[in-house]
């Protein structure tokens, strides 16, 4: 597949991930069918995707929803791929999680079974979330490999923050995995956790916010004390991995880095003087959640190469958020 690149399909090319794997795919020979919202009115400003190198001769734009599964049938038609990486976010929980998981469900499948379809597909390569192996039960496990499944009974019930979401990745990651396995189409997926690193969409991505609450001024909204992480480039790299991959098997953690907050806090006021950044004494003291580290043992043995420092990821993120105004 990696001669001849052909053209490849990305659900979601408004978003954080999705727009850098449009990027990427442009970048390395690839003619890219994207998905976005349907917007009638003509008022969604596309032009971070339209003025990207190369975009011009081989970027074409498609209207779909998941919540109308039929709808990507036109963007998979001629494909040879699919990077799925639209998904509904909802981590206030406005709509009921059943609601949100059958959306996620049920356009998932109907993507996948446009593939079926269009007879050209020879891979889909689903992006997965950390969610979906860090709550496999109630002890706290210091490191995760892909074996692991995040506990759909235990999030319901304990109900700890994004748990509507992780519910929503699992049963997807789940049955798009299944699907594949009883219809001939093989699957793929990266298990992300929080992207860090520069971004071409114009919106500040949550996962950076989240990454920077520090620098923002915003320490009283930190809830984690350990976060897995990987350069937005790493992980869209490891999706295009997996595409050209002779022979992938399932699921591959992508996750190189665990940091504890005063690790990142130390790394930052190093770096960053200017920022009027918590102590680490300050930083002990917060109270949160403890993410385990995902092991990407399996994605490195089938010959990946993580290509960016904990300071390159940083760095990228901060001198991106300066230039787009956020700092």
Known sequence: MAEGKGRVCVTGGTGFLGSWIIKRLLEDGYAVNTTIRSDPGRKRDVS????LPGASEKLKIFNADLSDPESFDPAVEGCVGIFHTATPIDFAVNEPEEVVTKRAIDG???IMKAGLKAKTVKRVVYTSSGSTVSFSSLEEKDVVDESVWSDVDMLRSVKPFGWSYAVSKVLTEKAVLEFGEHNGLEVATVIAPFIVGPFV????????EKALLMVLGKKEEIGVIRYHMVHVDDVARAHIFLLEHPNPKGRYNCSPFIV????MGELLSAKYPEFQLPTVDELKGIKGAKQPHLTSK???DAGFEFKYSLEDMFQDAIECCKEKGYL
């Open 108 to 110: 998932a499948l109907g």
């Open 201 to 208: 969409c114009p919106k500040l991505p949550d996962s950076i």
């Open 260 to 263: 504890p907050i005063e690790e």
């Open 48 to 51: 971070f995707l339209t003025n």
């Open 298 to 300: 399996k994605l490195v």
